[in-house]
């Protein structure tokens, strides 16, 4: 039957096909740059609709400020032992305007250790999620794209990080290696990108049977150029979201293995506090002050980059209403 | 006249303001007959059938009208009142069972649960119904066991009517009932719906936008365009002497209609107009080839014939536009903004 | 019933695998000088018969056979910590984990599924927009900084609850059923469970709420209404249980994850699981405790894993039988 009367567009039609390249060339006609541009431009346009995403991102702003400007807003060094103008160790004092948070057993300051903990979560949550995304998108670009024997080892590659039990893992990990902060990521890196990668793999399937693709084929674009120049920049958009959900994980796993002792002593985390106070019988003594605070900033921290996550979510890929 | 329905109106709300979805549409149901509604997806018809049972989207609400089915005004009546003649009075026939059967519970299932809980049936009451509606519309009674997504297209939709006459409904809305379905199936579909609508005296209220099933199965017709009703009559008459140019243009655009074999397809340019804030005048001045100054002036619901009426300033020269009408060029180059 | 034999293959297959890379791990890592797996203060004979029994003084790869020999007959070594087979560490500590794994997923799925259905049918309204932040929040939070706040304020300072353990120590008990059902367990497990609930309930609240959504706008849902049905007919036997599908699959996923992430809590409330006897056995250098823990952590995870993968399979009829067309 001619359809003649319905003169209505298709729904779903790919949007992105005003950016179609230059199919004599295989370039696109906007090029890197503009690539990156048009990337900034939804970067700043989506919180401005958003709560979600503005909330977040004002979170993130918040801690990597204090992180960045940690040394100017403490007063005395971490770990330092503190004591008082009669020699007596100040331990386990209250909150006061000399110590905002009190201090701990061991006599130091509460507050300088929260705020210097900011660097610690930040480095190793943003190290390590990028480390897990870049492999997740990686491994769903190659796997989704190429197909083959070249996507079931890589499926079952992914079983079998998913077999293995994460936190446990990690801890043998830095107990084994050493207690870094760079085996903490290790250990992450290893065992959370396939969560990552089935789903741009499968978003990757359904992309390459889409018109832009054949057409680049078509006009004899080779394979990793298709890849990485037509298909990635749809991609991308999922990496991002995935890193500010993994910066979260890895910032509480890191917090869980220095809770458990097999972090580094000589770096002041949040986690490194938790364990601290709890080792020194701080829940006993109902020492909010010392143990809330650091909790707080975890959930806070890690809720921001769920808060982003979502945002750009409900923007970019927006479901049906009902 | 069983269903009677008078100025409806029905608009969703939009944070740009209300669109007007279903602008004053008129028309009847007589007792036993087949209302065939026809029009272009978005001209506001699956909205319109859909109010008759009062289940809407939450942003659709009534703006004026009424709904008269059996002497009642069912716009007034209460939601308890209103849910009591739903299904047992009025029915539904979805266009697509596959999304409109749950489909992690058994079709059998399925019809005892309505019947048991709005027909008030003991299980094996229900059952033995169950098995009857099967039989009613050709399938085998040990597939009331199977899942939906077990049967084929065409079976489905059976499933779909044997649901709807559950309860003896008296008014049956069929929306778009073979849309989905490949040309054969739909033929063998309709022939079982059209048997019982005979057999039980059915009202039946069928939407579609292909005029052939109109044809097939209709007694009367109602076409829509962006929310009102430009033509309505019985069917036989609006389809030998289509009074409206929509009308005209939607019978050019399915060839099988004439006698001619040889009538070049000419569809019609262009799309409906939106309904946030419709144009003044006639809606289908745009797409029109006949367009003249008057248009622009909301037009008159003009009596062409017993019971057949257009919404056009030129009707009375119907006859002469039709004759126009058969030369493709006259439909070229037409839409002005 | 094919597909469910070569998943299950599949997952044996995926468990030798790990549990190889775990033998290298532990052998081969910087820290665990194959000297340390015998303790160094046993007899000589004992040495003697450990290195026998383990193929110490052969190749790696004869060790690795005499290993995978050893499992295949439950012999997963000699505890330097205990002295006692590591087995009969292990499947001491295992029940207690898997009651607190077991009692805080049932508390969290049940309420995050009814929370989840109900933010779902609340749509639009303030109460979705507390309620998500908070279910954020709880995911958001570290378990065993929840379960210190809890212990904190419960134990602690109201004194309600006992501060760790899973019985009061001193008590004895005819067998380990008996010391189960007590009241004492019961006190001792509450915090801890709760701890684990709160966590948890985060995920299928928001993943019910999610499916919800979706269910509630499909065509199926519309013609429930159109049929006259009542609204708790609609949600209750119809929405929700499209909904729930893909929950159960979590809940069986949630089990193996949970077994190992556990670590955390049994570790704060002092709870004598494996997750607990992990960490103290890594502290302790005791390897071969350590890795007979990890290994049945990682039996329970890949066994988990192949549940959630048929249940899904087997609960949907879309997939369960195949269109007939």
């Known amino acids: 039957m001619p359809q003649a009367i319905d003169t209505a567009p298709p729904k779903g039609l790919d949007l992105r096909l005003d950016r179609l390249p230059d199919l004599t060339t295989g370039k696109a006609p906007s090029g890197l740059m503009a690539e990156i541009s048009l990337a900034a431009q939804t970067f700043v346009r989506v919180p401005r609709q958003n709560a979600y995403a503005a909330i977040g991102l004002g979170i993130y702003a918040l801690f990597i400020l204090a992180a960045l400007f940690a040394d100017q807003l403490i007063q005395y060094q971490p770990l330092e032992i503190l004591f008082s103008d009669t020699y007596q160790l100040k331990r386990s004092l209250p909150p006061s305007a000399d110590h905002w948070l009190g201090t701990t057993q061991g006599g130091r300051d509460i507050y300088s250790q929260l705020v210097m903990g900011t660097r610690s979560a930040l480095a190793v949550g943003l190290t390590a999620a990028v480390c897990v995304v870049a492999i997740g ?26 077999g293995i039990p994460f936190l446990p893992f990690v801890i043998v990990l830095a107990a084994f290696l050493g207690a870094a902060q760079s085996n903490i990521v290790l250990g992450i890196a290893l065992l959370l990108w396939p969560n990552s990668a089935r789903v741009i793999r499968s978003q990757v399937m359904t992309l390459r049977e889409r018109a832009f693709v054949e057409a680049a ?47 580094p002593s000589n770096t002041v985390s949040w986690g490194y506090m938790l364990q601290d106070a709890y080792a020194s019988q701080a829940l006993g003594r109902g020492q909010y002050n010392w143990f809330i605070p650091p909790g707080l900033c975890i959930v806070l921290v890690v809720m921001g980059g769920f808060f982003i996550s979502r945002g750009y979510e409900e923007v970019l890929f927006p479901k049906l209403k009902g | 006249m069983l269903l009677s329905v008078r100025d409806l109106k029905i608009h969703y709300k939009t944070p740009l303001g209300p669109v007007k979805a279903v602008d004053g549409i008129s028309f009847d149901v007589p007792q036993g007959k087949v209302v065939g509604i026809v029009g272009e997806s978005g001209c506001g018809k699956t909205t319109a059938v859909r109010s008759l049972l009062r289940v809407m989207p939450p942003v659709a609400v009534f703006a004026g009208g009424e709904v008269i089915f059996d002497g009642t005004d069912i716009l007034k009546l209460s939601e308890r009142r209103m849910n009591d003649l739903r299904w047992r009075d009025i029915a539904y026939i979805p266009q697509s069972a596959m999304n409109a059967l749950d489909p992690v519970w058994r079709v059998g299932d399925q019809i005892v649960e309505v019947l048991r809980k709005r027909g008030n049936m003991s ?215 | 019933m094919r597909y469910v034999l070569s998943r299950l293959f599949y997952s044996i297959l995926v468990l030798w695998i790990v549990g190889t890379i775990l033998f290298f791990m532990f052998r081969l890592m910087p820290g665990s000088p194959l000297a340390a797996f015998i303790d160094q203060t046993s007899t000589l004979e004992q040495q003697q018969a450990l290195i026998a029994r383990f193929g110490l003084d052969k190749s790696l790869f004869q060790q690795y056979l005499a290993f995978l020999g050893n499992l295949l007959q439950g012999d997963l070594g000699q505890s330097f910590f205990h002295r006692r087979p590591v087995m009969d560490v292990v499947l001491e500590a295992l029940p207690n984990t898997v009651i607190l794994t077991l009692s805080g997923l049932i508390v ?54 006992p501060a760790g353990g899973a019985n009061t120590v001193g008590m004895e008990y005819s067998s380990d059923w008996a010391r189960i059902f007590t009241l004492d367990f019961l006190r001792h497990l509450t915090l801890p469970m709760l701890t684990l609930a709160i966590y948890l309930q985060g995920l299928p609240l928001l993943l019910m709420r999610s499916n919800m959504i979706e269910i509630l706008q499909e065509e199926f849902v519309t013609m429930g209404k159109m049929k006259g049905l009542s609204s708790r007919t609609i949600v209750l036997n119809h929405a929700a249980r499209n909904a729930m599908l893909p929950v159960v699959t979590a809940f069986a996923l949630g089990v193996g994850s949970a077994i190992g992430g556990n670590v955390v809590v049994e570790t704060v409330f002092s709870w004598p699981g494996i997750g607990r006897l992990l960490v103290n056995a890594v502290s302790a250098s005791d390897y071969p405790l350590a890795q007979g823990a990890f290994l049945i952590i990682t039996a329970v995870l890949i066994g988990m894993n192949f549940i959630a993968d048929i249940s899904y399979r087997l609960l949907d009829p879309r997939i369960r039988l195949a269109a007939s067309n």
């Open chain 2, 123 to 337: 299980k094996t009451e229900a059952r033995a119904r169950s098995e009857d509606l099967f039989a009613m519309v050709g399938l085998e009674k040990n597939r009331l066991r199977d899942y939906p997504h077990q049967f084929s297209g065409g079976m489905r939709q059976r499933v779909s009517i044997a649901l709807a006459l559950a309860l003896n409904p008296r008014l049956v809305i069929a929306d778009e009932p073979v849309t989905a379905l490949d040309v054969i199936i739909q033929r063998q579909v309709l022939d079982t719906f059209a048997t019982l609508q005979r057999e039980f005296g059915l009202s039946v209220v069928l939407v579609t936008h292909d005029i052939s099933v109109v044809a097939y199965v209709c007694d009367f017709v109602v076409v829509m365009y962006a929310g009102k009703v430009v033509e309505k009559g019985p069917v036989r008459d609006v389809l030998t002497a289509p009074s409206h140019a929509y009308t005209i243009g939607l019978y050019n655009a399915f060839p099988e209609l004439s006698a001619d074999d040889d009538r070049e397809l000419s569809p019609i340019e262009g799309g409906p107009p939106r309904l946030l804030n419709p144009p003044e005048g006639c809606r289908f001045r745009a797409r029109c080839p006949f367009a003249i100054e008057v248009c622009k002036l909301e037009p008159p619901e003009v009596q062409v014939g017993p019971g057949h009426t257009a919404l056009c300033h030129r009707a009375h020269e119907a006859a002469m536009l039709r004759d126009q009408a058969r030369d493709p060029a006259v439909w070229r180059g037409v839409v002005t903004s």
């Open chain 1, 137 to 162: 998108t990686l491994v769903g670009l190659v796997s989704g794209y190429f197909g083959g024997w070249v996507d079931n080892v890589l499926m079952r590659l992914s079983d079998i990080a998913l």
């Open chain 3, 108 to 161: 969290a799925y049940v309420f995050g599924v009814l929370a989840g259905a109900y933010l779902a049918w609340r749509r639009g309204t303030l109460v979705e927009g507390i309620g998500i932040p908070i279910a954020l929040a709880t995911r958001a939070a570290p378990e065993f900084w929840l379960g210190m706040v809890l212990l904190a304020f419960f134990s602690f300072y109201l004194g309600w609850f």
């Open chain 1, 217 to 263: 084929r078509v006009t004899g674009a080779g394979q990793w150029r298709i890849l990485f120049v037509h298909i990635s920049p749809n991609i991308l958009s999922l990496s991002f979201l995935y890193t500010s959900v993994a910066v979260g994980w890895a910032i509480l796993t890191e917090a869980a293995v220095s809770f458990l002792g097999f972090g």
